[in-house]
């Protein structure tokens, strides 16, 4: 049951806590807008004030938003098919939603793939009553099983845990997506394999700092990969790192398909000095 004093916090609105530098912001979803979908997921209350809690998701959701906004300002598509990776509760996969049907009026056919059984259900339901049509959402593990198998346009991924996010950028560079919008998360992969080996060592000696070191590494492969398969690249500021310390995104576009194999041996080379394993480079490295 959830205590008194949790359910006040959980009601109080970013408006009710002093919110004088937020308002004078403008996004792409505004507090004060109905949008009744935000609501149900809790991120509005029922007179669309931000809820408190729901504070820094409602940032994370809006600047991904004004990050594709950026690129699909003056774009002229028609129709757009989007895959996101470890949708959870699918914030971020409603907000895409209803910025491209409802604002950009753009067709849009959306899957949103998770492990969890009652987050996809819960996001069917919630489709469904909304007639958001074409958006779905499927359980699925992302690791091993069978997804979309038609054209596909974009691959968006909001913290996907883990390696989740490698299987996530290897099928966006198998399909050929144009766009991909990743921002990582949990990059424990290289952290737990990595051992000394050479001028980089001292980054290792101190758990955090080995910690973070790692997660950049991680990031910083994973962008190389998508260069090398002809993605124009761009890591970025997501959000303020008091909202998300998860906040780099991967931005990719593809310009032209190719391998660059240069590339791959320099990856080649730091793993066999540090003895670390990755998981985008292990799925691609034979394409
Ligand atoms: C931290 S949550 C992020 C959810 C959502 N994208 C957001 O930002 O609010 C990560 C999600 O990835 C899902 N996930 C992790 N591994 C997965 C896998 N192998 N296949 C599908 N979903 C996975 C989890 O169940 C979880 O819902």
């Known amino acids: 049951m959830v205590s008194k004093k949790k359910e006040q916090a959980n009601n109080l609105t970013t408006s009710s806590i002093s919110t004088s530098h937020n308002k004078a912001k403008k996004y792409l979803l505004n507090e004060g807008e109905d949008v009744p979908i935000m609501q149900e997921l809790g ?5 669309n004030k931000i809820v408190a809690s729901m504070y820094d998701k409602f940032k994370q959701i809006n600047r991904f938003i004004e990050i594709i906004d950026d690129e699909f300002k003056s774009s002229n598509l028609k129709e757009i098919t989007i895959l996101d990776f470890g949708c959870g509760k699918s914030y971020l996969t409603f907000l895409i939603y209803h910025y491209f049907v409802n604002i950009k ?10 492990i969890k059984k009652d987050v996809v259900e819960n996001c069917n339901k919630l ?14 593990d992302v690791k091993k099983d069978k997804l979309f198998t038609g054209k596909i346009d974009m691959v968006i991924t909001l913290h996907a845990c883990d390696t989740a996010t490698d299987y996530a950028l290897n099928f966006a560079i198998q399909r050929k997506a144009k766009y991909i919008f990743s921002v990582p998360c949990c990059q424990h992969e290289i952290n737990l394999s990595i051992r000394r080996g050479g001028e980089f060592d001292l980054m290792l000696k101190d ?18 990969i998508l260069r090398a398969f002809g993605y124009k690249v761009d890591m970025i500021e997501f959000v303020d ?32 000095n540090y003895n670390f394993s990755q998981k985008l480079y292990d799925l691609t490295k034979k394409l």
Do not use: Q, V, W
């Not at 753009?106 to 998770?114: K, P, T, V």
């Open 127 to 140: 489709a469904k009553k909304y007639n958001y049509s074409n958006l779905e959402f499927i359980l699925s």
């Open 105 to 114: 009026h753009i067709e849009a056919h959306i899957i949103g793939y998770d």
């Open 207 to 224: 758990g955090i700092i080995k910690e973070r070191f790692c997660a950049l590494l991680t990031d910083e492969i994973r962008a190389e």
């Open 43 to 47: 991120i509005f209350t029922k007179d």
């Open 241 to 272: 790192f008091a909202h998300s310390p998860k906040n780099i995104m991967i931005r990719a576009k593809l310009n032209s398909p190719k391998k660059d194999n240069k590339i791959f041996e320099n990856i080649e080379n730091l793993i066999k």
